[in-house]
């Protein structure tokens, strides 16, 4: 929880005057920083992230739900555009009161020169996981706590073994588990009596990469994500995603398609049968799971980190002077090349012009941007309407 802004830190903002200030968090830091644009009439443009309030259930303080959503809604309302990853996210934040308009498309990209499927080391993933040829990778790679449903990972790990011992004709498995956190120490112990359980730890860069190709199902029970980068990363590596029935991991996997989403499913461990037999399903059913493993890469394609930012550019251009949340930017400020594209006024002019980049319909794309407001539609009732397209520069433009 960073501390607000202090006397030096505001000296340097008011000597660079800034048309927009981007804010990441709705911390101390974040609020004050909020505060300094409408003091000076910059506009503020607040990154949207994380859904705290989802968190209290997981350390069983569920009475904070409610005053957390005030929090944030307090935080949010704050900010003269909101920027969120998804569709999903963007409903969430309409679920406790933050106005439609507001909102612009910051969506997420991949590396896909770094996370592809011909990562896969098969020395690495004998060294490291000690996995033979035959051996089916079960893979989590995220923070260690609780909230990404780590409960539920465990459980399922500790059933899915249970199982193996009756099931003759369930395939070998591994699982290994990448990451750091505060409850690295309970995963250890809670499934330290498997001898099929490998616990790495942090993994970053090249490792980190390596460590999602030589996986062969990808499994997180998370309830809770506003942009799983993961998940992402993950389908770009080849791996088909298990994971649960919540907006967001729907708008990136597609079901029985580049993965399987599970169903009544409880946020807190309980019964673990339906991940279990997700999970079955793709050991048993290789070609199942490769044909997964292809429409997985297939439809992350056209996240490219390129699309991320200018989708971001088109964000901050609803700070434009004419726009609601517009205040203090002048007109002539507009062709500065660090703020805005070269050729928005172009782009404004041809406003009603469809620019079909041809995503297909089960493209990662064209699912996780479509129906997301960007530089361009006003609002997400309007962005909801079946005649949008996505358009090649990552916004929405209407139809006539």
């Known amino acids: 929880m960073a501390a607000p802004l202090q006397a030096r830190q505001r000296a340097v903002l008011e000597a660079y005057n800034p048309h927009v200030v981007h804010v990441a968090a709705p911390d101390m830091l974040g609020h004050s920083a909020v505060r300094w644009a409408r003091e000076v009439g910059a506009c503020s443009v607040c990154s949207y992230h994380t859904a705290f309030d989802t968190y209290m259930q997981y350390y069983r303080v569920r009475l904070l739900t409610h005053p957390i959503q005030h929090l944030l ?27 439609g308009e507001k909102m612009g498309f910051f969506p997420r990209g991949v590396n896909q020169t770094l996370y592809n499927p011909s990562m896969r080391d098969d020395e690495y993933r004998r060294d490291v996981f000690g996995a033979s040829s035959d051996d089916i990778v079960i893979l989590w790679v995220a923070r260690i706590v609780r909230e990404k449903g780590l409960g539920s990972f465990v459980k399922t790990i500790q059933s899915l073994n249970k199982v193996a011992q009756r099931e003759a004709d369930l395939p070998k498995f591994r699982v290994v588990v990448a990451g750091d956190g505060p409850d690295l120490a309970w995963v250890r112990s809670s499934l330290k009596q498997f001898e ?48 649960d ?80 949340y517009a205040r203090h930017i002048p007109r002539e400020s507009l062709d500065q090349p660090k703020l805005f594209p070269p050729n928005v006024e172009a782009m404004e002019k041809r406003r009603d012009v469809i620019v079909d980049d041809g995503a297909p319909e089960n493209s990662l794309l064209y699912r996780i941007s479509r129906g997301i407001t960007g530089g361009y539609v006003r609002s997400l009732d309007e962005a909801k309407r079946d005649d949008d397209t996505i358009a090649s520069h990552g916004v929405f433009e209407r139809k006539r």
């Open 73 to 99: 809604k307090d935080f949010y309302s704050m900010c003269d555009v909101v920027a969120v990853p998804t569709y999903a996210a963007a409903n969430h934040l309409r679920s406790i009161g933050i106005p």
């Open 196 to 243: 099929n359980v490998v616990i790495l730890g942090h993994k970053g860069g090249t490792n980190l990469a390596k460590t999602y190709a030589a996986g062969d199902i990808f499994f997180f029970p998370s309830k809770t994500e506003v942009i799983p980068n993961n998940l992402i990363e993950a389908m770009a590596s080849g791996l088909p995603v298990i994971t």
């Open 245 to 324: 029935d919540v907006g967001v991991n729907r708008a990136i996997v597609q079901d029985e398609v580049s993965g399987i989403i599970v169903k009544n499913t409880a946020p807190l461990p309980g019964d673990v049968t339906n991940y279990v037999n997700a999970i079955r399903r793709l050991m048993k059913d290789r070609e199942l799971a490769k044909r997964m493993s292809a429409a997985a890469v297939a439809s992350t394609s056209g996240l490219t980190w390129k699309r991320t930012f200018e989708s971001l550019l088109h964000a901050y251009d609803r700070c434009r002077p004419g726009l609601p």
